[in-house]
């Protein structure tokens, strides 16, 4: 049968499409790293950077699940190893696919900030 939401193909006997669960796990994670963004941003919590050669730009690991990176790289045999504050700066030598995702959750992070900010507002 096919996947109703991604149209994969499911092998018979499958209950679930295997490629929407890595999907949703993928997500999951991704949505955890929201709450390590406030810190970031104010430099009390330094981010990792991995890569396996200078040749490479740096692919930024995830805060909670420090193995992996932002855009999926598995950073396990990533043997050139920084931690940084957060800057603008930083960004140039960094992996764009792993900005890419990084400013999404900095974008949730914001709009979660200012939902947070106009619920104070209507409660005075
Ligand atoms: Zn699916
Ligand atoms: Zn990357």
Redesign the pocket.
Known sequence: MLCKKCGSVVPDGDLVCRPCVARRGWEGIIGQQEVFMAKMLTGELQIRLARSSRAH?F??ALFANPGY???E?NLRHASLREQSPYTSGLRMG??A??LEVLDQVLADHRSIEEAKARSHGTQV
Request: glycine share 0%; charged share 0%.
């Open positions: 730009p692919h930024v990176a932002f855009c790289a960094c992996c696919a792993c």
